[in-house]
């Protein structure tokens, strides 16, 4: 299929740099080569390649090439100040293409030496909007059942889909990881990971996870952030405008993949409807410079919507999920009636949507589908 971002992709290559990064086997390959494809003369080299990496090191492309698409560069020694060097003193006709599945996106947060010469792109698995735009089957079943990453969802044998995510787990625990930092405890970080996969949707307690797995809490929040910067993993915190205060309570735990949860059917709903937001709200931020973000909301006292969505630093959209209750939530009245924003309640089994004062209750289904990409 035609990916969704590649039409703004190709507009930004004729600008800067392209970054596109996500999750490992979420179609960056793919949807590069198929870029490629709109240019006469395109190069793809990949750093893991001894062949292609003494290219890359050498510069030993033709000078006729008009798309230079390098993959996993960041695992190259000083990889920014080379692709700066490179686009600095390129062909005129030359477009610069960078992929990867970690790194690069952490230093989008820094001031570094390719400031001013880039466009980051988010490649996230399929949702149900994308799908029906790239008018291709959005079956929300599947997507719960097999995930969005490509190879899983639109393989015919249900079998294959499940072989594919078991030597995609051990690829993430016994390769990818170790490319972001050594780990002494591998025992320590995939019970860490198993524990995750069970509690997805519930407020996360550093101390606690500690206690089960036998370690200090310092080490649960760096394997945490490694599953994090390896794209497996998303946390959603609780909304602050005091930034600081934010990041200290406690936060939520999602996937990119939403086959790998393992709690009940309303957190593995729950986890499609975070990784559906999210992809939204990266097309926003990454096509539109919007200034937005995903939380969630909760008080002292523990009454918590399950999503909300930040603009400029403000409550848009305050959204409930649930799998079959179309009564409205008392803590979303709650919350709609203090802050007056636009209120959701996302129904997975619902016969007929409506309205009620400023909350709608809306089908899980139709609602992922609409969201712009």
């Known amino acids: 299929m035609i990916r969704i971002q590649k039409n703004s992709i190709l507009k930004d290559l004729e600008k800067k740099i392209v970054l596109l990064v996500g999750p490992r086997q979420a179609g960056k390959t793919f949807l590069a080569k198929d870029i490629a494809r709109s ?92 799908l029906k735009q790239a008018h291709e089957p959005a079956d929300m079943e599947r997507l719960i059942n097999r995930g969005g990453f ?58 606690s996870l500690a206690e089960d797995v036998g370690v200090s809490p310092m080490t649960i929040k760096k394997y945490i952030q490694i599953l994090e910067s390896i794209f497996v993993i998303f946390i959603v915190t609780p909304f602050s405008k005091n930034i600081a205060r934010s990041l200290l309570k406690e936060p939520k735990i999602y996937f990119f993949d939403t086959a790998l949860v393992q709690g009940d059917s309303g957190a593995i709903l729950e986890n499609l409807v975070a990784i ?61 009636e203090k802050y007056e924003k636009q209120s959701v309640q996302l129904v997975q089994n619902i016969k007929n949507e409506y309205k009620k004062d400023t909350i709608e209750v809306r089908s899980v289904e139709a609602y992922l589908s609409e969201l712009l990409l």
């Open 39 to 130: 240019f006469s003369n395109s190069v793809y080299l990949n750093y893991d390649q001894i062949i292609d990496k003494k290219i890359i090191k050498e510069q030993a492309w033709l000078n006729k090439t008009d798309l230079l698409i390098l993959d996993e560069l960041h695992k190259m020694p000083n990889w920014k100040n080379y692709l700066k060097g490179v686009f600095d003193t390129k062909p005129e006709k030359m477009r610069i293409l960078v992929t990867g599945s970690a790194r690069l996106d952490i230093y989008d947060h820094m001031g570094d030496s390719l400031a001013g010469r880039y466009f980051r792109h988010r490649l996230l698995p399929l949702s149900l909007s994308e």
């Open 276 to 336: 559906s937001l999210l992809k939204a709200i990266f097309a926003r931020v990454d096509n539109f410079a919007e200034e937005c973000a995903l939380h969630y909301l909760r008080t002292k006292d523990g009454k918590e919507v399950d999503f909300v969505i930040i603009k400029d630093h403000e409550i848009e959209t305050m959204i409930e999920v649930k799998t079959s209750d179309q009564q409205i939530s008392k803590t979303l009245c709650l919350f709609s």
């Open 150 to 207: 490509p190879e899983p969802y639109f393989t015919e044998e249900l079998l294959d889909s499940k072989r594919w995510r078991v030597q995609y787990i051990n690829s993430l625990l016994s390769t990818d990881i170790f490319e972001i930092e050594t780990i002494h405890n591998l025992k320590g970080m995939q019970l860490v990971f198993n524990l995750l996969r069970n509690k997805v949707g519930s407020p996360i307690s550093y101390q």
